[in-house]
């Protein structure tokens, strides 16, 4: 309300009217004014007590006017606006002219009812002897209220906006009056008291030139409608002289109905987006650092899921984007070429948030395996939990490769790739010093080409390399997993046997086999570049355990061994060991009559009896004698070894096939003898040749003998290589009636899981066991240990080197089936055999 206006018309109502004890009407129209008016009018004594109030006063309070009047208007008022009051009344009432005293006080109708009013009090000491107070009451409680309300909200909006660091603009778009927030302010660098002018003047002379039209056309194509809403980012000048980049929202102001508010205003806020636009910026530019990177790089999530890859991840490995991206790494990548504890040596690494680096060799799309150097480092969140794994990939294919080649260079010959002279020699003092601590034997072989001159002088080098290239081939065929052969240089050749043992004599026939071996290819024909050559070599063995100490002394032996051997005729081996010369002599030695006593049949079938608990004489074992003319009798110990290396064993065997069978078969036509088994050795390169059982099956068809008395022994090793192709012709011969035994049971393998799978009817207990069961306990527990087992297997069980009669008691009680040995009878020809048992005629043998 308008305070003058109020005030003038109170004046010329208090003129016209005469203030007493009766009110006469004033003018028609003003007294309608009073009665009629929404506002409270009133009238004070000197006491300030009602005199005069209008039906607005009961309107407003809802109390009587009659009982309200000669009441003081301090009775009706709040207490805390008392004091107040009464001083202004008192102040008024002191002027000399006419004054007017506007206030807000609080009406308290009653204990619970607060009305809020506007006052208005006017006093003029002309014709006022009794100094009354007019005065207009303006009930404002509801205004009252929507200005709380107002500032709640305007509170609301400040903390709202605070709370988001924005900052706040009213434009008043008619008078271009702009009201700008504290934060507004202090995103430019300026303090809340700091003179801005409060009109869009500010607002242009801060902004971005280049942007300044663009913003402006967009207010205009908002507040015409053109557009739905006002949104912009544009850049501002910062106190500091820095431009800040702001994000600027501003709607319309309108009513609770929708309407515009007039005067019109746009109301808007501004966000600070200079750190945000620095963050995405630094971010643009590490992603296209990442994108454009040389090495390759990939994110994965906890659980080595792939969750991003950049262009050289693709190039390295081959998979695009769209197929590495929810793939695990293992399945996509793994070549098998790392152990477990590799993997979880690196995993323990980046779960303890760890950075891991290393070595690896992965596999690409097309299989191709490659090698790569690889940094995983573990990305951790606000709570410092992993939650993404960084994996930087770097080709190092090229450089493992050109370091294979500098090692190759370094430690391998590079015509034939086998280890160089420094690389064997850094191999064999590794040998020496473990033999040393072992005491094990091993051999040192130096192989020269004979005549390989000659061969490179006249076709020239090309077909001596092609020569070099085919002996080193040769030469390794020919030798263990665990050896090493090397190139020294020219035709120089080296090999190195490891664990031999620590027997000297099973040492030298191993190293002499392969030895052989090596003489035997290398003396094969050579097809190099059109040319046919026959070659050969020689090769000088130096055999060492402890005794030597540096290997240069062991290579030295061994070259002079070898040139032994060339001065001994070639195409042979020298051993530097005077000994093991003269026992490799021997050997040779051996091996030439035997190819004659194969030829002039020299060889010959003694037996040795089997006894049963009866101690009655039930079969025979055939062994194989060699009747030397020299010698004499010749025992296999001497020569099986060497009939097995040179292929002789096959034929031999043929003929103790053919021997035995006709022993039986002749055995079968005496009644006294009939009743006997036969039992014959069977070696296992025999048994595994492939028409063994059919050759077998032949000789019996032949015979005509009753095949149930022929038992063949087997020994473990025979058994236990082609386990496949072992049991097919087990059965095979089962189903032809003939019995299989194993030989010399506990030294080899002895599997239980055999003895069940093969259904043999026969185990004999190896000699060395039953030997010493009269004073070692724990033989004499094996033993019959092996006795319940066959027993409970079905097998017969026959004990093998019985020398007394104690030790028949013993196997006996044990519940030992069968006997044999020197107690019984030592191993005698065939016919003395049939002698012995036909004069005893099935007694006992004692």
Known sequence: MNNKKIEKRVIQLYEKLELSNEIKLPEKDAAQLIRDGAHIIFQLDTHNHFIYLNPAWETTTGLPVAKVVKHSLLNFVHEQDHDYLRKKLQLIRTSASKHSFHTECRLKVNNT???????????????????????????????????????????????????????????????????????????????????????????????????????????????????????????????????????????LARDNSGTLIYPK????????????KQSELQLKIQNIALEAAANAIMITDTAATIEWINPAFTELTGYRRHEAVGMNVKDLMNSGQQNELFYKDMWQTISSKKVWKG????????????????????????SDEICYYIAIKEDISQRKASEKEILDLAFYDALTKLPN???????????????????TYNALLFIDLDNFKFLNDTHGHDAGDALLIEAA??????????????????????????????????????????????????????????IR?????????????????????????????????????????????????????RRTQ????????????????????????????????????WQHPDKGIVGPNEFLSLIENNGYIIPIGDWIIDEGIRQLQFWQQHDTLKSLTLSLNISAV?????????????????????????????????????????????????????????????????????????????????????????????????????INMGKNLGLDVVAEGVENQQQFEILKNAGCAKFQGYWINKPIPGEQITALVTSKHQQHVH
């Open 113 to 251: 009812q607060i009305i809020h009013v506007e006052m208005q009090l006017i006093y003029s000491p002309e014709n006022n002897k009794a100094q009354h107070v007019m005065g207009i009451m303006v009930d404002i409680s509801k205004h009252k209220i929507f200005l709380e309300n107002l500032i709640l909200s305007n509170k609301r909006l400040s903390w709202a906006l605070s709370g988001a660091n924005d900052g706040y603009w009213d434009w008043n778009m008619e008078t271009n009056y702009v009201y700008y927030s504290s934060r507004w302010k202090a995103m430019l660098g300026y303090s809340d008291h700091e003179l801005l002018s409060p009109s869009l003047k500010t607002w242009e002379k801060l902004v971005n030139p280049e942007d300044k039209s663009r913003v402006l056309k967009l207010v205009d194509d908002y507040v015409t409608g053109r557009k739905d809403k006002f949104e912009t980012e544009f850049k501002m000048k910062h106190k500091g002289g820095h431009w800040v980049t702001v994000l600027s929202r501003a709607s």
């Open 473 to 530: 081939k040769r030469i390794t065929s020919c030798i263990r997993e665990t050896d090493t052969v090397a190139r020294l240089g020219g035709d120089e050749f080296v090999v190195m046997l490891e664990q031999l043992g620590s027997d000297d004599s099973h040492a030298m026939n191993i190293t002499t086999q392969i030895a052989e071996s090596i003489l035997s290819r290398l003396h094969q024909e050579y097809r190099v570049n059109n």
């Open 590 to 625: 051996l091996e030439k009559e035997l190819w004659i006593a194969v030829d002039k049949h020299q060889f010959r079938l003694h037996y040795q009896l089997l006894i049963n608990q009866s101690q009655q004489i039930v079969g025979a074992e055939a062994l194989l004698r």
């Open 533 to 585: 050559h026959r070659g050969s070599s020689s090769i000088g063995i130096c055999m060492f355990s402890d005794q030597y100490s540096k290997a240069d002394d062991i290579l030295k032996w061994a070259d002079k061994a070898m040139y032994e051997a060339k001065c001994a005729g070639r195409n042979t081996l020298r051993f530097f060991d005077p000994h093991m010369q003269q026992e490799l002599e």
């Open 265 to 276: 205003r746009l109301i808007g806020t501004h966000v600070d987006l200079t750190e945000r």
């Open 686 to 786: 025999q048994f595994q040749e492939s028409g063994f059982v059919q050759k077998l099956k032949r000789k019996i068809e032949q015979s005509q003998i009753d095949h149930s008395r022929l038992i063949l022994e087997l020994t473990e090793s025979s058994l236990i290589n082609h386990i496949d192709d072992t049991v097919k012709k087990i059965n095979e011969l089962r189903t032809l009636g003939i019995r299989l035994s194993i030989d010399d049971f506990g030294t080899g393998y002895s599997s239980l899981s055999y003895l069940k799978r093969f259904k043999l009817a026969q185990l004999k207990i190896e000699r060395m066991f039953v030997r010493d069961i009269l004073t070692d306990q724990d033989d004499l527990t094996l033993v019959k240990t092996i």
């Open 421 to 439: 002279r420094r690389l064997f020699l850094d191999r064999l003092r590794h040998t020496v010093t473990a033999c040393q601590r072992n005491k």
């Open 359 to 382: 070595e690896i060799i992965n596999k690409k799309k097309d299989g191709a395996l490659y090698h790569e150097h690889m940094t995983i480092t573990p990305v951790t969140n606000e």
